[in-house]
């Protein structure tokens, strides 16, 4: 299938498509907005529904009912949004649906701003809502990834039968990236198995609910619900390795676009004959702890960089087991941290651990900019994204196809944009 | 003869059927149901007309009607 | 001997939650018959709002969702929407629509969402003890206003079914009463006339039932149905407020 | 050429983004890796709105740069800010029609073209973005011209009658730029 | 001053207006009704205002503007309401206003039951909403400690100008013990400083704002926020160590009523000659790691007992940096472990480290009931709680004061009660 | 020479972030000039929504929230509620109160508040762009309803005045308009009626305000006046919806 | 004594809530740790309503108790229900009133009280839950005879008429208890 | 003699007093400001009769109006 240039909230909306998925249910919020923009003109188009929600509460109870009759479904939004939802989520987590949601995150907290931010990783990985449940959280490192992710979530969402968050900061939506569709046309329709409610004509009538008063049968149903969290945790653990094949005494670890901002800035580095490793979890809930561990085993010391003031740490932490020092970098608000900014902070890193380039940290030197001119090193090297038990060369199941090839559509993809 | 039939382990025993009944012919029991109710009872079967103002009453569906008239499919009133 | 009147095949055999003369009870046993009556049991998806009728997915005898407290009207959207072929309505009382559901109750009512609501208004929170309403009556007493609803302080109770009639979007909305048997019979037209409406795919759908909470009006079953009579009624004025123009939604259709 | 980044910038409605747009796509037909990140925010309303396009022929990293290799300004502000922070080496076109100071680096090439005038020598002073990216790829040659106009083609397939004035205007720019390379490349 | 008895909720209702609040939004939910209950008695007998809320998305935003004008004010909620204030909690956090908010926990996820939990830990000490920012969060073991933390929190709201939590499960609402209020009276009006919105007349003018449109403010803003939250962490951790003065091979971690189950399971086993360590962490935000780590550094095996699917484990895990095993023990859904079942658990682990006592786990013995008819050596080596820098003996400042007193009042707090 | 108009002391000297020809502009300076006429700039607080105008705060100057999206509503309840003596008002584009705001202000107007919100339609989202409101009208296209808003799909738009007219409790409400100089003038009666009412702490008042987005409806400001005086004007009527019984209200108090 | 737990079990309406009130009144106003804890939720509508009592010379550990010291019960379902769980060498109360069957119990106490019966006798049907707590205490002594006599008025002050229906009701419960006791403690 | 005062850096552009003016005597500039927008400009202030429409069209304040009449003291209209 031939590569477009697409941006990424649209190429989201397209890939939900793609997995199937005619019927969206969602409010405005930049930076997330061209996604119902979009499917509002396709879903049509293709014999689905664009339904603009009142609000984002009502949303997530549109996206449940919506599933809970036995269809796919999609909503996305941004931070604030988000909270709105935290109740619904909660309820849909506990009725076990199969939604698929999308967090374009802004800056935080409160109103906050409407640039690129990573605030909302103890959110999605820990405190959505109230009560014992986990979100399955997917976070895509370009527009490709977030395609092939955002079609990996439907799948996953159905196979557990559990809420599916892909996570990713404003540029992730705003950017434009050549993506390749793995699947042509609308997918299949979702089989409404035996909980959805299609009407019981024929069959026992079914009850979608998460209401339990009797506390054994609510304690019971928890108990369901933790075994299946443990069989994600066992099953759906994506990461990706960058850089980790030779030796280094680093290991820098970030998520979604930052890590390919840490990536720029490790390639920096290599031209001044400096190894640093890259962890990136893909699956932030279940989040990869041994192949984290696995990592850190062979460095000295850890930098954390996150669009925030520090979140994924706490997981980082948790891998380390206190077996190692991790540094952190982070900014919050919007601000991106640049890849000179991150060499900088890695070069710091470094010198604690007495492994300091020669130079001092500094700007960006004349001959790092000269190396990025020419970067064959970055080529074979790149991303390895494993999953447990399967160690080494085994292309993931979700890593993007990046074969050169033609562009075949023009579809106009520029909209007006806001807050 | 029309005639209802209350189901009274169903009976919660609100009087809403009493109130209900033009013909005045039903009233509360001494003796509890298994719930602890004083549930309801007809005094005198054969003054019903088959009105079924009781069973539109019923929060609790406890009585059914029996009458010669038309049978309708589901109760429609 | 005919059984004129009996159990609705599309109840559940259970026996409710409800408190003894609680008219949530008549309330159900008409929308079941209703659906019986229009055959539309095997393809119904009812959702049961948070409220004393939490429950009722125990009680209808077909595919039910159990909502969020308020949510249910956004529920149906999402279900009606998804699958418009489901007959959907939505189950909720009072605190549940009028006070934290009253977003999505006036949204779905201004889409036009193709769905049926039943509003159960007993002028109180039933399920958590005897709370304040939206509905509550001038000077009525509950728990969060022990001396009574001051009008002053926190306004009039809301007509959720005149209000949702001055919407501009088609509907069909209608208020009845299940205190006495006389209005339960009308109420039921109402109820049916809203099914029907939702079958042919014309409009949204609303009726409002005025009901009695012995429990926490803290009266007996026939003193709260006086009480609903001479407080309730002349506030809340039963009928139909708003029709849809069927001759004009067929040719639009 | 491996790799480069340009920094497309002006006020929102002077077509950056989508000079942005050609490039990237251009690009991205003859086999590279591109990325497309827009500003947003509080930039936009009323202020200036700027692109940074990534070309490489590898996966780009980050589509974020601080410094890029070629800025592209329509006016002062942009210049004023982004105009420091070119990479030693890099270009910076100036739209001279609308920026009236000049750029302070002597380690970078700097080319000024009256782009607006240019373009409505073309036939309409709206192209002025075509001649910029025109002046852009006629010095760098990071993509062919014709992959180029071909692009432009696409772009305006829908409002056909725009095509020849904006080919036009991407001409003129690319023998610009073409010409303060040295005529060569 | 005498000690009456009351219901917790009650309590909590009467706890805030003895620190001056004397403003109330909420909305109704079981187990916590009986806190809107009260105060619309009580609010307008001290001139204040009982407003019952739309919803609690609705209350949250009013506890933004009651405080925003600069007066003490209250909200009270349970789990699926905390979660319909998640965005408004990232409002008043990010704006920086004091307001004291109580979550009384049932059972979840969803709508789940109405019985006591524990289920929300994530919730109030990670996700509450999107964005950085963090809320102090208080964690009582009895109506009295409610009381008094009702009270801190107030005063640490003020302090830090910063929402407080203070988490309780369904237990401490309903159930009535003896209290003592430290103060008498309705506490004096908030001091405005220099960010209430009282009216600009004579003074410069004040907005209270959570929209950081430039980047860099905004990033200024989190790390001003962060800044605060280290100093949080630095004065106000707060925990109860119970039975670690003598040796112990065990240490249970529990917070909450929970820890008071544990703590009579202790005492059951004590009677058996076992001696195992509680932590209680108080503060579950700013979590006291360094407490206790040095309390687990001295033990061999943790257990850590929760109501809910494990959640503070997490944290546990944080201080404990991989140096112990952790067995946990956890139920959801209403389910209360009972005494039993906890020191059933506590022997299973004893076990794991070779030190099982000689009887096999089993249903509490006669021997262990007789002992609690007389749990004399329960007295004097109870409950010490400590904050950071204070070890040892000091009495901590918001522990109960547990004195013979008579009671002086006879309120009436029986309610009628539901869900 | 006098100067009889000029910019008011109430509004900070600063640009607005407003399109050429939005009239927000129009609508901060009628707000501005009511509470220098009133003089209550002292104790007045002012609430910015979410929409474009976000920023008001930078304008008012006087002691300003800004407010979580559509919830402006409970914060004027808060504030007003715990110092009635300050003057609160909310400001509030029609996404913000109209969609996600609903029950907040039908709330709040219900439980008669005595606040001030000015409403400012202009029948679609502006600042995120463009999308659909509540109150576009039927056919207007939007980026997320391109073909034009479909009425038999998702209704038609709310009517916010006379729908919040429709409460029983007393309020203040009307509608105007900024599009011309002399609706323009007749709204600033409205305001200055709306924030007399509640300096007298009579009742709940409310001014919907149509207002154009030049931007978002592709329109130079000339041609959005007339777009709004030909398309909205007619499906929103302008005037006075609701004056509370100033008679009965001071009898009352 | 140290400390001993009291679950006292019926259906809502009944009054177990209250007795255990009073009870932990007593116990409170003798200077003893106290908690009262009543079961809500599911079982209330329509259901059985039980509150556990615990008291102590020491604080209160758990107040949920899983196999309380002493157990009154006013129906069938809840002796059922919870008269497995009592201690042995505990106490079971009964209202023979309304409970039909036994207590299968041989390793604790029994009483048999007729309570509503007996209540009846002393003016209200109403206060048979007085004489339960009349009963446990005249077996028990947890709270001298007197102090609880005085809670009973506390508790009735706004509605004094029903007073001395309550007390007789006690006092006969106490002293069926003290009988069953042996009449001595 | 009635005169306007605009403040061309304040204004937009918009041409909402071009059209509010009753004399017709406001066009716009060729000129740009600061801001890039062609400001309002008065092309006969002889004609002004301080009607102050312009100033109550203008949704940016950017213009004054003087005139030898009472004076409003809070610009009331
Ligand atoms: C988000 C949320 N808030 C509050 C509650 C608690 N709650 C349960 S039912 C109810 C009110 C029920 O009243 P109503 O809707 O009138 O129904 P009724 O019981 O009177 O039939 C409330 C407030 C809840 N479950 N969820
Ligand atoms: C909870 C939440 N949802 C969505 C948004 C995004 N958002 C910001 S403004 C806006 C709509 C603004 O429209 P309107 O209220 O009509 O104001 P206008 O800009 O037209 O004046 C939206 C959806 C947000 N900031 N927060
Ligand atoms: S059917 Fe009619 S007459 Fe017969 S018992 Fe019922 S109400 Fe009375
Ligand atoms: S109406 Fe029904 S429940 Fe009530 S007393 Fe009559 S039979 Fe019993
Ligand atoms: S509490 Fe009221 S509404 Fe609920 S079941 Fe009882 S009577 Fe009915
Ligand atoms: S987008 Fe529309 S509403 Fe917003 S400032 Fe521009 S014209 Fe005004
Ligand atoms: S004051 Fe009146 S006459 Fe003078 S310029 Fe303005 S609108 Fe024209
Ligand atoms: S109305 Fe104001 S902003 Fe618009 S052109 Fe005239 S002076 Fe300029
Ligand atoms: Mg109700
Ligand atoms: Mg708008």
Redesign the interface.
């Known amino acids: 299938m031939a590569k477009v240039l697409m941006k990424g909230n649209e190429a989201i909306g397209e890939a939900a498509i793609r997995a199937g998925c005619i019927h969206f249910f969602g409010y405005p919020i930049t930076p997330q907005s061209e996604v119902p923009e979009y499917l509002a003109r396709r879903l049509p188009e293709v014999g689905g529904q664009y339904v603009q929600a009142e609000s984002e509460v009502a949303a997530s109870n549109m996206i449940y009912g919506a599933a809970g009759v036995g269809m796919r479904v999609l909503t996305t939004s941004s931070s604030p949004g988000i909270s709105l939802m935290a109740e619904g989520i909660s309820y849909i987590a506990a009725s076990e649906l199969p939604v698929v949601l999308v967090n374009i995150m802004r800056a935080g907290p409160g109103l906050g701003g409407i640039l690129p931010a990573q605030g909302d990783y103890f959110q999605a990985t820990r405190g959505t809502g109230h009560g014992d449940f986990q979100l399955l959280v997917l976070a895509p490192a370009s527009v490709q990834e977030a395609v092939n992710l955002v079609i990996l979530a439907f799948e996953l969402a159905e196979k557990y039968l559990n809420p599916v968050m892909v996570i990713g900061d404003g540029m992730i939506g705003q950017m434009m990236e050549p993506v390749e569709f793995p699947v042509e046309g609308v997918g299949p329709p979702l089989d409404p198995g035996d909980w959805a409610l299609t009407g019981c004509e024929g069959r026992e009538r079914r009850i979608v609910n998460s209401l339990f008063l009797d506390p054994e049968a609510c304690n019971r149903h928890n108990l369901k619900l933790k075994a299946k969290y443990e069989r994600m945790a066992e099953n759906e653990q994506r990461w990706e390795l960058y850089n980790c094949d030779e030796p280094y005494d680093l290991l820098v670890t970030a998520f979604g676009m930052m890590s390919r901002i840490c990536k720029t800035a490790i390639d920096d580095l290599k031209a001044e004959g400096t190894n640093v490793g890259l962890f990136r979890p893909i699956s932030l809930n279940p989040f990869p702890y041994e192949p984290c561990r696995r990592v850190i085993d062979r460095a000295q010391r850890i930098l954390d960089v996150e669009m925030s003031m520090g979140q994924m740490i706490y997981d980082i932490q948790l891998a380390a087991q206190g077996r190692l020092e991790i540094d952190f970098h982070g900014t919050a608000g919007g601000v991106v941290p640049s890849p000179d900014e991150v060499a900088d902070k890695i070069r710091e890193s470094l010198a604690r651990i007495g492994r300091s380039p020669a130079r001092k940290p500094g700007k960006r030197s004349a001959k790092a900019a000269a190396a990025q001119k020419s970067k064959s090193k970055r080529s074979k090297k790149t991303a390895t994204a494993q999953k447990p038990g399967k160690r080494g060369g085994k292309k993931p199941q979700n890593a993007g196809k990046r074969s050169a090839a033609r562009q075949s559509s023009a579809r106009r993809h520029g909209r007006r944009s806001g807050r | 003869m029309p005639?209802i039939e209350i189901d009274k382990?169903?009976c919660?025993?609100?009087?809403?059927c009493n109130?209900?009944c033009p013909q005045e012919i039903l009233a509360m029991s001494e003796a509890l149901n298994v719930?602890?109710?004083s549930y309801a009872v007809v005094t005198d079967p054969s003054r019903c007309v088959?009105c079924?103002?009781c069973?539109?009453?019923?929060?609790?569906?406890a009585?059914?009607?029996?009458?010669?008239?038309?049978?309708?499919?589901?109760?429609?009133? | 001997m005919n059984k004129i009147f009996g159990y609705p095949p599309t109840l559940t055999p259970r026996t409710t939650h409800y408190c003894p003369g609680c008219t949530h009870g008549v309330i159900h046993r008409m929308v079941g018959e209703v659906i019986d009556e229009l055959g539309i049991r095997g393809r119904t998806v009812g959702i049961a709002p948070v409220g004393c009728s939490v429950l009722a997915y125990e009680y209808f005898n077909f595919d039910m969702f159990e909502a969020s407290h308020g949510r249910a009207p956004a529920v149906a959207t999402g279900a009606k929407r998804s699958r418009p072929n489901l007959i959907v309505f939505s189950y909720q009382g009072d605190g549940d629509l009028a006070s934290i559901g009253m977003a999505e109750i006036v949204h779905a009512a201004n889409r036009g969402e193709k769905i049926t609501v039943v509003f159960v208004n007993n002028a109180i929170y039933g399920m958590t003890g005897g709370q304040m309403a939206p509905t509550t009556m001038p000077n009525q007493r509950t728990t969060t206003c022990p001396m009574g609803r001051d009008v002053n302080e926190v306004g009039y109770p809301v007509r959720m079914a005149e209000l949702l009639a001055e919407l501009r979007t088609p509907g069909f909305i209608a208020r009845g009463s299940a205190h006495t048997v006389q209005e339960t019979i009308r109420t039921k037209r109402y109820l049916k006339e809203a099914f029907e409406h939702q079958v042919a795919g014309r409009c949204f759908t609303f009726v409002e039932v005025l009901s009695t909470c012995p429990t926490n009006w803290g009266l007996s079953p026939r003193e709260a149905a006086n009480w609903l009579e001479r407080e309730m009624i002349p506030y809340y004025p039963l009928g139909v407020k708003k029709r849809p123009d069927v001759q004009a939604a067929q040719e639009g259709a | 050429m491996a790799g480069t980044e340009v920094l497309m910038a002006g006020f929102g409605g002077q077509g950056m983004l989508l000079s942005g747009k050609l490039l990237a796509y251009a690009a991205m037909n003859e086999g590279m890796e591109v990325s497309w990140l827009p500003s947003y925010g509080p930039e936009m309303r009323g202020g200036t709105a700027n692109v940074t396009v990534c070309i490489s022929d590898k996966p780009v990293g980050s589509p974020y740069i601080s410094r890029p290799m070629a800025l592209l300004v329509m006016n002062q502000p942009s210049l004023e800010k982004f105009g420091p922070r070119v990479k030693p080496g890099g270009l910076i076109v100036v739209n001279s029609s609308l920026v009236p100071i000049e750029a302070d680096r002597d380690d970078c090439t700097v080319i000024y073209i009256a782009a607006n005038d240019l373009a409505k020598e073309a036939g309409t002073a709206r192209a002025a973005n075509l001649v910029m990216l025109g002046a852009y790829l006629g010095w760098s040659g990071v993509v062919d011209k014709k992959t180029a106009v071909k692009m432009i083609e696409k772009e305006f397939a829908k409002k056909a009658k725009f095509i020849p004035a904006n080919k036009a205007a991407f001409e003129i720019g690319f023998a610009e730029g073409f010409k303060a390379k040295g005529g060569k490349r």
Do not use: N
């Not at chain 2, 919660?12 to 809403?16: A, D, M």
């Not at chain 2, 069973?55 to 569906?61: M, N, R, S």
């Open positions: 005639r382990e169903r919660k025993g609100c009087e809403r109130d209900a719930k602890g109710y088959g079924r103002l069973a539109i009453a019923c929060p609790d569906v009585i059914e009607v029996y009458s010669a008239g038309t049978q309708y499919e589901f109760f429609a009133y």
